[in-house]
């Protein structure tokens, strides 16, 4: 597919598809039709939230505290205590720089602005997604309820084949460490084919939220310097990213190097265990949202859910949005365990009065 073409100067018509549920919600950016942006929003998510902490722990060697938050398995890390005149027991007000991964607590930074008197620990404001993207589109047409469209681009942004228009593709293999794209002429010309590659990879890193370090392998041969101007190409393909990225350049093995500060986490790391399995609290939340989509379908109707062990578990433990589901439908929820269905596999079942 190529880019839509439009007048020099004219900016794309944007939309916004929103497709929210109990205890998650989902909002994908078009630019004149074509996925750019994919944000997921949990309750558990802490990005650019303001909180009123209590340090428990300096750790000199580091110069940092350990900051309770009240919202996390772990605490908040906030670099420069030192300097901060922080001790232990001490109120701290902080923002969230970095979403807790790996095992490690949320990143911080100290926020001005709000009061440090008052209830410790305490969530002092959390941002509005919605508000935002409306912010940074400006004239972004809302399109609610577009459930299966949000769907089918967010499992296409989880797929490690991304097909490149006229031929070849992408291949995208998320690690810990980093991120390798290999670029797949498969029979295509390698000049077109990488040509093809560069705004896809641009597009593809601000889809998924990939950050960190990334690596490019482009179709290349003995000569090296069209990886030059590929490397050129890319810094300037990713200069409308609103996320800080740089492209260094090409390494002595040939791979374009570039990073891409980390804003929360992946789509990969949020929605999916490792071979792309997605988690049962994904697969829990996309059943309410199902599930509430279907009663609007079949309005009067009782509707109960039928789903795997894991995935009933995690339903179970959702108390606050299997609530709101209830809410919505009228009714309590049955949640049926059957071993015999698959994680994926959730029923959608009528119940009789």
Not at 181 to 207: F, K, T, Y
């Amino acid at each position: 597919m190529t880019e839509p073409s439009r007048s020099v100067g004219v900016p794309p018509a944007y939309q916004l598809l929103v497709s929210a549920g109990p205890g998650e919600a989902r909002y994908l950016v078009l630019a004149d039709g074509r996925p750019l942006e994919l944000v997921v929003d949990r309750p558990s998510l802490l990005l650019g939230s303001v909180f009123r902490g209590r340090v428990t722990a300096l750790d000199k060697g580091l110069d940092a505290a350990f900051v309770e938050l009240g919202r996390s398995d772990r605490p908040g890390f906030l670099p420069g205590a030192r300097g901060l005149g922080l001790s232990e027991g001490a109120t701290a007000v902080v923002r969230v720089r970095a979403e807790a991964r790996g095992g490690k607590g949320p990143l911080l930074a100290p926020e001005d602005g709000f009061p440090a008197l008052g209830e410790v620990p305490a969530l002092l404001r959390r941002p509005d997604p919605l508000e935002g993207l409306r912010a940074a589109f400006p004239g972004v047409r809302i399109v609610p309820n577009a459930h299966h469209e949000v769907d089918e681009v967010l499992e296409a942004a989880l797929d490690p084949v991304v097909p490149l228009p006229g031929g070849g593709r992408l291949v995208i293999e998320q690690a810990a460490a980093l991120t390798a794209i290999d670029v797949d002429s498969a029979g295509v010309r390698p000049a077109e084919v990488n040509g093809l590659a560069v705004a896809e990879i641009a597009r593809q890193l601000r889809l998924r939220n990939i950050g960190g370090q990334v690596v490019v392998d482009f179709v290349s041969g003995r000569d090296r310097k069209p990886l030059f101007r590929l490397a050129e190409a890319l810094k300037q393909a990713v200069a409308a990213d609103p996320v800080p990225t740089h492209v260094f350049g090409v390494s002595s093995l040939g791979l374009v190097e570039l990073t891409r500060e980390r804003r929360g986490s992946a789509l990969a790391e949020l929605l999916c265990r490792r071979a792309r399995a997605a988690t049962p609290e994904t697969l829990a939340l996309a059943a309410l949202r199902s599930l509430l989509a279907e009663a609007l379908a079949r309005p009067g109707k009782v509707l109960a859910l039928r789903a795997a062990p894991p995935v009933a578990a995690a339903l179970a433990g959702l108390a606050a949005e299997r609530a709101e589901a209830e809410r919505r439908l009228g009714h309590p929820l049955t949640i049926r365990e059957d071993a015999a269905r698959a994680p994926e596999d959730v029923l959608i079942e009528e119940m009789t009065r």
